[in-house]
């Protein structure tokens, strides 16, 4: 690959000769595969390495077709780059689970960041993954679907807008929009479109996104801020501009040596970068403040919100039938779908609708049309549906069969609905005789319905494999 001679110019000029020729090297190298398992849906590590400073992540030692992997299609993983995993040792060392948390993922698609999140804290805190533009909302909603949590709200919003709920977040994440020179040897298109101009243009974009955004976080709040780029005027300026903010410190965090990340500074304030020929991952940067601060709060205004609470007939009917019990609220938008958001959520949830553009609030769990619930796809994902309900279980062709949305040929007695299970392998891969060998796990993948003389398949069209499936992949 050939990459662009000022990015090169500005490389020399961080590293000493050697490192320079060994960080070119690396970006010549193929790119390692990583992934993040789901906790819920995935407990066994089967013979991937251990990311080392998240430990759902796992490197494989090839990449898959991970299209034809049902349990990709089941939220039982995510594909995400080795180097951003490094926010959950961020989240450890800022030791933020002491209290009910409410969390903004301000750029959040296509979503690895966010499902982090997610993974990290449980479903006992408010998550509000948010992407500004339309045409990467939908895959941020489909993934955080996938995982079937509880506790988070997928909007389509400005920073100018949220920056409105005054004081109203405990952690920011800004995962910026950068020149994106960290990924230059994962996506070919990212380094033809570099150019200094476009340094400069995403250097001054980001602190247009952190002035719009810093009145919502919230007295001893955390902001972090982080890129998949290396050069200063992004990464050096962003930390100079926070910390000119008054009341706003950062926060000094520690890593292993072992690690192998580079501190990088401005002033005083730390950031910390990862580069691939130090660590088994892409180019990342990241850095965190803390609002320290205790003033009084401008309240954010009440306004109508489109969602409210469901009918009593409605939950019992959806409780007791498709929902395992818990500490749920049953929601309903402006379009009657049931939505399953944690109890203690609820408020909060209730109270920052109304300035929200929201495409996913919990778990959609279906609607009710004339007192007959139909239930929707991300219910058969979520761990929140009943675990008795009648099942069909599928080996891997058939599996790949019903992702194509074909007509399913099983046997079945019982008619209605059924949850469709893959049982396989967490993560396929084409590697002989692993040690140990993985254990077949469930994956709920979808419903089907069982009328009599066949079986609907009840996935939903955006979601089919597209792809033919020309081979055998098992």
């Given at each position: 690959?050939?990459?662009?001679?000022?990015?090169?110019?500005?490389?020399?000029?961080?590293?000493?000769?050697?490192?320079?020729?060994?960080?070119?090297?690396?970006?010549?190298?193929?790119?390692?595969?990583?992934?993040?398992?789901?906790?819920?849906?995935?407990?066994?590590?089967?013979?991937?390495?251990?990311?080392?400073?998240?430990?759902?992540?796992?490197?494989?030692?090839?990449?898959?077709?991970?299209?034809?992997?049902?349990?990709?299609?089941?939220?039982?993983?995510?594909?995400?780059?080795?180097?951003?995993?490094?926010?959950?040792?961020?989240?450890?060392?800022?030791?933020?689970?002491?209290?009910?948390?409410?969390?903004?993922?301000?750029?959040?698609?296509?979503?690895?960041?966010?499902?982090?999140?997610?993974?990290?804290?449980?479903?006992?805190?408010?998550?509000?993954?948010?992407?500004?533009?339309?045409?990467?909302?939908?895959?941020?909603?489909?993934?955080?679907?996938?995982?079937?949590?509880?506790?988070?709200?997928?909007?389509?919003?400005?920073?100018?807008?949220?920056?409105?709920?005054?004081?109203?977040?405990?952690?920011?994440?800004?995962?910026?929009?950068?020149?994106?020179?960290?990924?230059?040897?994962?996506?070919?298109?990212?380094?033809?479109?570099?150019?200094?101009?476009?340094?400069?243009?995403?250097?001054?974009?980001?602190?247009?996104?952190?002035?719009?955004?810093?009145?919502?976080?919230?007295?001893?709040?955390?902001?972090?801020?982080?890129?998949?780029?290396?050069?200063?005027?992004?990464?050096?300026?962003?930390m100079r501009f926070l910390s000119e903010v008054p009341n706003l410190e950062n926060k000094k965090l520690d890593f292993p040596e072992s690690f192998h990340i580079t501190k990088r500074l401005a002033g005083k304030a730390e950031g910390y970068q990862m580069y691939p020929h130090l660590v088994r991952g892409e180019g990342?940067?990241?850095?965190?403040?803390?609002?320290?601060?205790?003033?009084?709060?401008?309240?954010?205004?009440?306004?109508?919100?489109?969602?409210?609470?469901?009918?009593?007939?409605?939950?019992?009917?959806?409780?007791?039938?498709?929902?395992?019990?818990?500490?749920?609220?049953?929601?309903?938008?402006?379009?009657?779908?049931?939505?399953?958001?944690?109890?203690?959520?609820?408020?909060?949830?209730?109270?920052?609708?109304?300035?929200?553009?929201?495409?996913?609030?919990?778990?959609?769990?279906?609607?009710?049309?004339?007192?007959?619930?139909?239930?929707?796809?991300?219910?058969?994902?979520?761990?929140?549906?009943?675990?008795?309900?009648?099942?069909?279980?599928?080996?891997?062709?058939?599996?790949?069969?019903?992702?194509?949305?074909?007509?399913?040929?099983?046997?079945?007695?019982?008619?209605?609905?059924?949850?469709?299970?893959?049982?396989?392998?967490?993560?396929?891969?084409?590697?002989?005789?692993?040690?140990?060998?993985?254990?077949?796990?469930?994956?709920?993948?979808?419903?089907?319905?069982?009328?009599?003389?066949?079986?609907?398949n009840y996935l939903p069209s955006e979601w089919r494999i597209r792809m033919e499936i020309d081979r055998p992949t098992g």
């Amino acid at each position: 690959m050939k990459f662009p001679e000022p990015f090169l110019d500005q490389m020399q000029r961080q590293f000493a000769a050697d490192e320079y020729s060994a960080f070119v090297a690396a970006l010549q190298s193929p790119p390692p595969v990583s992934i993040r398992l789901h906790p819920m849906k995935c407990t066994h590590s089967y013979f991937q390495e251990t990311v080392p400073w998240c430990p759902q992540g796992r490197y494989l030692a090839e990449r898959p077709v991970f299209t034809l992997d049902p349990a990709f299609h089941a939220g039982s993983y995510y594909v995400q780059e080795a180097s951003s995993m490094i926010l959950w040792h961020v989240l450890q060392q800022l030791n933020v689970t002491d209290r009910r948390l409410r969390v903004l993922d301000l750029c959040a698609a296509p979503g690895g960041k966010t499902t982090l999140f997610a993974d990290f804290l449980g479903e006992n805190h408010l998550i509000v993954a948010n992407e500004i533009h339309k045409s990467r909302v939908q895959i941020l909603r489909d993934n955080v679907l996938k995982t079937g949590y509880s506790n988070i709200l997928v909007s389509n919003n400005s920073p100018e807008e949220l920056g409105q709920l005054s004081s109203f977040f405990d952690v920011i994440l800004i995962d910026a929009p950068c020149s994106g020179e960290g990924m230059f040897r994962k996506d070919a298109a990212s380094c033809d479109e570099w150019s200094p101009g476009a340094v400069t243009l995403c250097a001054a974009r980001q602190k247009d996104i952190l002035k719009d955004i810093l009145p919502a976080l919230a007295p001893g709040g955390f902001l972090l801020f982080s890129t998949c780029t290396y050069n200063t005027q992004e990464n050096e300026g962003s930390m100079r501009f926070l910390s000119e903010v008054p009341n706003l410190e950062n926060k000094k965090l520690d890593f292993p040596e072992s690690f192998h990340i580079t501190k990088r500074l401005a002033g005083k304030a730390e950031g910390y970068q990862m580069y691939p020929h130090l660590v088994r991952g892409e180019g990342f940067f990241i850095s965190a403040f803390q609002k320290t601060d205790a003033e009084v709060a401008q309240r954010i205004p009440r306004k109508p919100s489109s969602l409210k609470n469901a009918e009593k007939e409605t939950v019992r009917i959806v409780s007791n039938e498709w929902c395992a019990a818990g500490p749920l609220s049953f929601i309903v938008d402006k379009a009657e779908n049931i939505h399953l958001l944690k109890e203690n959520l609820c408020d909060d949830a209730m109270q920052i609708s109304p300035f929200l553009r929201l495409l996913a609030c919990g778990v959609n769990a279906g609607t009710l049309q004339k007192n007959v619930f139909l239930p929707h796809h991300n219910l058969a994902l979520s761990h929140w549906k009943r675990h008795d309900l009648s099942v069909v279980r599928l080996d891997k062709q058939d599996a790949l069969k019903y992702l194509k949305r074909e007509a399913l040929h099983t046997e079945s007695g019982q008619k209605g609905w059924h949850i469709v299970q893959y049982e396989g392998a967490c993560v396929q891969t084409t590697i002989v005789d692993p040690t140990p060998r993985p254990a077949p796990t469930l994956h709920s993948l979808g419903w089907a319905k069982n009328v009599g003389s066949r079986f609907n398949n009840y996935l939903p069209s955006e979601w089919r494999i597209r792809m033919e499936i020309d081979r055998p992949t098992g």
